[in-house]
């Protein structure tokens, strides 16, 4: 490839100058220096002929790579190209080059990758995908041509695994889990540098007390303990129709990143929000919903009137004694409601339209996701039954971040096997993140803490 021949003529261009380097340096000076010998000159002639040459042909290469990439981005009738200015090696800062980025337009809107430039990133890491899973030429020589990293399968056997490090494709995986899952949205967000960590939390502090003349003070201390994470591994696994692989690079991207995005972002969900502590299910997590009513956080819980154990039944005065319920710091800060989509539209959504009276124009436009001055957040692992109910958890009111931290040890990584389901024609991607997740402030039995649970009457 032309690459790969500019980068060999690079290398024997550097070992002609470090040669030619070597001579002049080895040869003697002063005025009593011997001259050169006429065969040390003929050796220097012979190596600044050989380097002029050299140069002739990395230029010449470079002209031939940069001719090529132009027509290509003709032939792969893309949108309109665009150069940009990018050294070529390390060697050689300054010689540039211009690169030609031809990237089709999507066929539909895209879910997976938003923001500038959506449907360049998409394609940049669709091809990465073909070029690393199917082993396709073009796709090989279209990502060396754009600076798009792509890893060849272990000795050439795709069986072997491996593994997916695009950015364009890490990024919107990771951007899609914060958008679809609540719990990684709204917990307090820490980089993990170890398998385990201890963040400080302060559980007390200094207390001003009333001083009688001629009296020492009572001394009051700040109070600290710590919170413990351990990051365990989670992963998904998925089979992709290879037909998919082999259309469209930005299709096959979009629904990576959606597919991968929203397995890991339901996950989290259910262990951060309802996980009982199974290691199977939850991997240990005790989610805020059930930690929250286990009997030592009774002054974060606020019982429904009596009767009122339904959605349907639920009053509005049940929802604004649970605000009251909310100790002050959390309410003005980050406060927010999270309750599932059906649960919402049972309760919330009723109480704000008959609050406006059936008006049919109210009716029409619907509501925004607030509720009683604070927004909404729909969690779909939550309580969404509309009867047998009774004593669970209706929603929750609070600053998540102050309640519950979810620690990244390492973002999601995603490998692939292409003979495990040969016979269906699909190929087995696995992708693996490892997290750790921790509902530590739940207030106790005398004194509500940062978040506080509605629930239903018995």
């Known amino acids: 490839m032309a690459v790969e021949k500019l980068k060999a003529l690079l290398d024997e261009l550097a070992s002609v100058v470090a040669e030619m380097e070597a001579m002049t340096e080895d040869a003697p000076e002063g005025e009593d220096a011997a001259p050169m010998s006429e065969e040390q000159e003929a050796s220097l002639r012979s190596l600044e002929a050989k380097a002029d040459k050299l140069r002739e042909r990395i230029e010449f290469v470079q002209r031939v790579q940069a001719k090529g990439l132009e027509l290509r981005s003709v032939l792969e009738r893309a949108a309109p190209a665009k150069a940009v200015e990018k050294p070529i090696t390390e060697e050689t800062p300054a010689v540039a080059e211009k690169r030609y980025f031809a990237i089709p337009k999507a066929s539909h809107n895209l879910r997976g990758f938003k923001g500038p430039n959506a449907e360049e990133r998409a394609y940049r890491a669709g091809m990465s995908l073909k070029a690393t899973l199917l082993n396709d030429a073009e796709a090989r020589r279209w990502c060396d041509d754009h600076g798009v990293e792509h890893r060849a399968q272990s000795g050439g056997i795709n069986s072997l695994g491996g593994v997916l490090t695009n950015a364009e494709l890490s990024d919107s995986i990771v951007r899609l889990v914060e958008e679809f899952g609540a719990f990684p949205a709204n917990a307090r967000n820490v980089t993990m540098n170890s398998d385990t960590l201890l963040i400080a939390r302060r559980t007390g502090g200094l207390t001003a007390r009333a001083i009688g003349e001629n009296a020492a003070p009572t001394t009051s201390d700040?109070?600290?303990?710590?919170?413990?994470?351990?990051?365990?591994?989670?992963?998904?696994?998925?089979?992709?129709?290879?037909?998919?692989?082999?259309?469209?690079?930005?299709?096959?991207?979009?629904?990576?990143?959606?597919?991968?995005?929203?397995?890991?972002?339901?996950?989290?969900?259910?262990?951060?929000?309802?996980?009982?502590?199974?290691?199977?299910?939850?991997?240990?997590?005790?989610?805020?919903?059930?930690?929250?009513?286990?009997?030592?956080?009774?002054?974060?819980?606020?019982?429904?009137?009596?009767?009122?154990?339904?959605?349907?039944?639920?009053?509005?005065?049940?929802?604004?004694?649970?605000?009251?319920?909310?100790?002050?710091?959390?309410?003005?800060?980050?406060?927010?409601?999270?309750?599932?989509?059906?649960?919402?539209?049972?309760?919330?959504?009723?109480?704000?339209?008959?609050?406006?009276?059936?008006?049919?124009?109210?009716?029409?436009?619907?509501?925004?996701?607030?509720?009683?001055?604070?927004?909404?957040?729909?969690?779909?692992?939550?309580?969404?039954?509309?009867?047998?109910?009774?004593?669970?958890?209706?929603?929750?009111?609070?600053?998540?971040?102050?309640?519950?931290?979810?620690?990244?040890?390492?973002?999601?990584?995603?490998?692939?096997?292409?003979?495990?389901?040969?016979?269906?024609d699909q190929l087995l991607t696995f992708a693996t993140a490892r997290v750790a997740m921790v509902a530590h402030d739940l207030g106790d039995n005398s004194k509500a803490g940062p978040i506080v649970a509605l629930r239903f009457a018995a």
């Not at 199977?280 to 009137?305: F, K, P």
């Open 222 to 424: 700040a109070t600290f303990d710590n919170i413990q994470l351990v990051a365990k591994l989670w992963g998904v696994d998925n089979r992709v129709p290879m037909s998919l692989m082999e259309d469209s690079a930005i299709n096959l991207a979009d629904a990576m990143a959606v597919e991968v995005g929203q397995a890991f972002a339901e996950a989290y969900d259910n262990s951060g929000f309802i996980g009982t502590g199974n290691g199977a299910l939850y991997h240990g997590t005790n989610g805020v919903a059930v930690s929250i009513i286990d009997g030592t956080h009774t002054a974060s819980v606020q019982s429904a009137a009596s009767g009122n154990n339904t959605f349907a039944g639920l009053a509005l005065s049940d929802f604004t004694n649970t605000v009251a319920r909310l100790p002050l710091y959390a309410r003005n800060r980050n406060a927010k409601w999270y309750i599932s989509p059906s649960g919402y539209g049972s309760s919330m959504l009723r109480l704000m339209m008959a609050a406006s009276g059936n008006n049919q124009a109210d009716v029409a436009a619907g509501a925004n996701l607030n509720f009683l001055g604070f927004p909404v957040v729909l969690v779909h692992p939550m309580e969404s039954r509309l009867t047998g109910t009774a004593s669970q958890v209706a929603c929750l009111f609070g600053d998540l971040s102050q309640a519950a931290t979810f620690a990244t040890r390492r973002e999601i990584r995603v490998a692939t096997d292409s003979s495990r389901f040969i016979e269906f």
